[in-house]
């Protein structure tokens, strides 16, 4: 269990270390191709919302320094998570985000 990543839920607001910006958590596990890099969070700015189809933020957990609001978390949610842990572990996709 400990080697499982711990998702925030969708509709938690972070701040992050180098964002002036709050942001809300909208998707999960996104690619970037130019730098070949993936990141947990997909997430725009709040309150403001999706202003620009082309603009999505990407971050991981070490990049957020607070939770100001935690998103709903219920059964379905939960095993989405498991969902999402089998995934990165069958693709060894690696994302140093375990939970401590």
Do not use: Q
């Amino acid at each position: 269990m400990n080697d499982l990543v711990k998702l925030l839920p969708i509709g938690t607001i972070c701040k992050l270390k180098k964002s002036k910006y709050l942001l809300m958590i909208v998707g999960y596990c996104s690619y970037d191709r130019k730098f070949e890099e993936m990141y947990l969070y997909k997430g725009i700015v709040y309150p403001a919302g999706l202003l620009n189809f082309d603009v999505l933020y990407r971050f991981n957990k070490s990049d957020i320094v607070d939770v100001v609001y935690n998103g709903y978390r219920d059964d379905r949610f939960n095993l989405f998570e498991i969902g999402i842990n089998l995934g990165l572990k069958d693709r060894k996709i690696k994302i140093d985000e375990r939970s401590e």
